[in-house]
């Protein structure tokens, strides 16, 4: 499975950005999905993740209340989207699938995941 991700770009702090994931080559219908983000000199953090169903999604406290993931599984896509965005947003962002249906161990660590999309580029200006 490939996974492509876009929709980055730059915004002033308040400003609001989409971003899509799009799989190819595997349905991920049945597939846990996830956003995660990486700025320089930091660690790959979790942003946000939805289960195979689309039923229940996770947030980073982070971004909570201010970031929504969520799935078109016609269209083989997940979508965050950003609003009231903050200078510390700044980050690549990576998009990613797990082959495994459930995550005990937890939807917000990056080792469950093992399909991983090649970033897009948030930067928010102040």
């Known amino acids: 499975v490939q996974l492509q991700a876009s929709g980055g770009g730059l915004v002033q702090a308040g400003g609001s950005l989409r971003l899509s994931c799009a799989a190819s080559?595997?349905?991920?219908?049945?597939?846990?999905m996830a956003w995660f983000r990486q700025a320089p000199g930091k660690e790959r953090e979790f942003v946000g993740a939805?289960?195979?169903?689309?039923?229940?999604?996770w947030h980073a406290d982070s971004v909570k209340g201010r970031f929504t993931i969520s799935t078109d599984n016609t269209k083989n896509t997940v979508y965050l989207q950003m609003n009231s965005l903050k200078p510390e947003d700044t980050a690549v962002y990576y998009c990613a699938a797990s082959s495994v249906p459930y995550l005990p161990a937890g939807y917000h660590i990056p080792t469950m995941y093992d399909n991983w999309g090649q970033g897009t580029q948030v930067t928010v200006s102040s």
């Open positions: 939805i289960n195979w169903s689309g039923s229940r999604t």
């Open positions: 080559g595997r349905t991920f219908s049945n597939w846990p």
